[in-house]
């Protein structure tokens, strides 16, 4: 009988240990990325490919998303601003939400959705197809040869993009406030230098670089772990980026909280 | 010479399935052996736990000195490059040429220029006979020509020890036929140990040195082949006539009450005689093995299973020793003694499986 109380009281503790173990998991992987980032030889070539890969299908969403929500910012504070009185300040306050919340989570977003994406795929019907297993067999380690280039690729670019949507979200938010609300191109400009200050670009570009790494090793544990055939692959590709998105939101909470208890703001 | 794999009270399950239990072989360095079992007893499994792609709860595997099962991963994918794995569906990369597939290993692991990859992956294009389809992407071309590049690009690298997962599966006859020639010819070439797994019954009784066989979690036998393709144990007799009749079930073990009922159908047709009863199949007979082709050497493999033989002929079955006498009568003047040069741990005689 004992042999027999085993297996049914296993399956149950599992499944209540599945969470931790998926985290244990994604975590392991990340640590296996970062340790093969430094093993030789270096995927230059695929770290290229992917790069162009995932800048191709994001630069243009994040382009064509970050102005209107510039604009958005601009308008919902230029308003509240003057309700106050403090219209003034409208472009540091829209311009610091621009570029330390809503740039890095823009980019996080589509490299996630749009990259992440299709890196998940890329790798769940590689495994599938066995080819990862044919890859292992031959003494290469699919987390040196494809993640790793995948996910240096995912961070490069949520950087750089980063810097592009902080732009462009800029400018939107100056044109629409200076030509729909009326405020003034130098109070727009002033209260910008009055309030916003080196570390607030760092942080920016900081979450950036965490975000795009989160999101390459989620679509990727995702991808390298498809459940069930071909289907699985959809179902991967779906948790991705769902899974993502919930990690980066709490991740930028986490991050926003501690920046702002470390560096105080400009002024007091 | 191909390299010995040992493999030690090997258990593997997902979740609170057993797939096989104590599972313990030999592989014997440069021969080629073929494990037989019906589908779903995990054949690809234990391929797969020999390389260190899935690894077994208990056991060990010893390659070379390292365990592919709980040593190091640095000594593991080390060892990996002595292994060729033909996949079942051949697992190329979808996204490369043939050629490209095939040079793969040469470029990630030799500094080898690339007119020497091409000598060398030309060569083996030739040797699987895909010549002309090189730059053919693997979407393009049949799962015949898919498995054979597999092949290709698994022994691109020179390995000691290739595996192949139903190198038959999808082929017609006259295919199979080939492949198992080919099989043959790579092991006079390059004397790889070999390990085949199948449950065509063409390869099992013309290409192995070796047999094996797994059924209902267990490995029910591992010998020269003479020892399983002359066995009268029931599992062994039915799955080499391929016949519905025995202890073998659609999906697992036929439970007893059906057994019964069979038994009782089959004295009944005795009894009328025959008539319109069960049909008579074809067992698969004590075929002789292939040989290389025409201009190849001898295969090495052949002396050395030859002698390994001899030192066990006192312990084999009655009827496979006569088997193997009378295929080879120069062996009757050998000394019969039990322990020549062979360890006992080579052969697992067949036995009963009884449901655990």
């Known amino acids: 009988m004992s042999g027999n109380t085993a297996p049914t009281r296993l399956p149950n503790a599992g499944r209540a240990l599945w969470p931790l173990r998926e985290t244990g998991r994604v975590l392991t992987l990340a640590i296996t990325v ?11 070539r695929e770290l290229i490919e992917q790069f162009w890969f995932v800048a191709s299908v994001s630069i243009l969403p994040a382009a064509l998303v970050s102005i209107p929500f510039g604009a958005v910012i601009a308008l919902q504070v230029g ?3 003057q309700q106050l009185g403090a219209q003034s300040f409208t472009g540091g306050a829209s311009v610091l939400a621009v570029i330390q919340q809503a ?7 589509l490299i996630s959705g749009a990259g992440g ?7 769940g019907s590689r495994k599938i197809r066995e080819e990862l297993d044919a890859m292992e067999v031959m003494g290469i380690s699919p987390v040196q040869r494809l993640v790793v280039p995948r996910v240096l690729a995912t961070m490069g670019v949520a950087v750089l993009l980063n810097g592009l949507v902080s732009v462009v979200g800029t400018l939107g938010g100056y044109y629409f406030n200076v030509l729909m609300q009326g405020g003034t191109p130098g109070a727009y400009l002033q209260s910008f230098s009055a309030l916003a200050q080196l570390p607030d670009l ?4 900081v979450k950036a670089l965490i975000f795009g790494f989160i999101a390459g090793i989620i679509a990727a544990y995702r991808g390298l772990n498809p459940r069930g055939g071909p289907k699985g692959v959809g179902d991967a590709v779906n948790q991705s980026v769902v899974i993502t998105f919930l990690l980066l939101f709490l991740v930028n909470l986490a991050m926003t909280m501690i920046y702002l208890h470390i560096v105080p703001p400009k002024g007091s | 010479m191909g390299i010995e794999v040992r493999v030690e009270g090997l258990t593997k399950s997902f979740g609170s399935q057993k797939i096989w239990q104590d599972v313990s072989l030999t592989l014997p360095a440069g021969e080629v052996s073929v494990m037989l079992g019906p589908s779903g007893t995990g054949k690809t499994v234990f391929l797969k736990s020999l390389i260190g792609l899935i690894r077994p709860e208990r056991g060990r595997v010893m390659v070379d000195g390292t365990d592919m099962v709980g040593g190091r991963e640095r000594d593991i994918y080390r060892t990996r490059k002595l292994f060729g794995l033909m996949f079942q569906d051949g697992a190329l990369f979808g996204s490369m040429s043939l050629y490209d597939n095939i040079a793969f290993p040469l470029r990630e692991h030799t500094r080898k220029s690339e007119k020497e990859i091409k000598k060398i992956v030309m060569e083996r294009i030739g040797m699987v006979g895909l010549e002309g389809s090189e730059r053919k992407l693997p979407g393009e071309i049949s799962g015949g020509m898919r498995k054979r590049a597999g092949l290709a690009r698994a022994l691109v690298l020179d390995p000691q020890i290739i595996l192949c997962d139903e190198p038959d599966s999808g082929l017609d006859p006259v295919r199979t036929s080939y492949i198992s020639q080919l099989l043959i010819d790579l092991n ?8 085949i797994v199948t449950h065509n019954l063409d390869i099992a009784s013309t290409v192995p040195d070796n047999m094996g066989m797994l059924y209902n979690r267990n490995l029910v036998a591992f010998g020269p082949r003479e020892v399983l393709l002359t066995s009268d144990e029931p599992v062994v007799a039915q ?3 391929g016949s519905p009749e025995g202890p073998i079930g659609m999906s697992e073990e036929k439970d007893q009450e059906t057994l019964a009922k069979e038994r009782e159908r089959a004295q009944a047709a005795n009894g009328s005689g025959g008539g319109s009863g069960s049909t008579q199949r074809q067992r698969a007979t004590l075929a002789p093995q292939l040989t290389p082709s025409d201009g190849l050497p001898p295969r090495q493999a052949v002396n050395r299973h030859r002698d390994r033989v ?3 002929l006192g312990t084999l079955p009655d009827a496979a020793r006569k088997a193997v006498l009378d295929a080879d009568p120069g062996l009757a003047g050998a000394p019969a003694a039990p322990g020549g040069d062979h360890d006992g741990s080579t052969m697992v005689l067949p036995k009963a499986v009884t449901a655990t």
Do not use: H, K, N, Y
């Not at chain 1, 740039?103 to 977003?109: D, E, K, M, Q, T």
């Not at chain 2, 006079?188 to 390990?195: F, G, H, K, S």
């Open chain 1, 117 to 123: 994406s299709a890196i998940c795929a890329d790798l």
């Open chain 2, 310 to 312: 001899r030192g066990m």
């Open chain 1, 79 to 81: 308003s509240l601003t």
């Open chain 2, 239 to 241: 799955f080499l006539c």
């Open chain 1, 103 to 109: 740039s890095p989570l823009i980019v996080a977003l």
């Open chain 1, 34 to 44: 970062v340790r093969d980032t430094f093993r030789r030889p270096f995927q230059l």
């Open chain 1, 202 to 205: 760092w942080i920016s570009e």
């Open chain 2, 188 to 195: 006079a070439q390059i004397d790889a140990t070999m390990l």
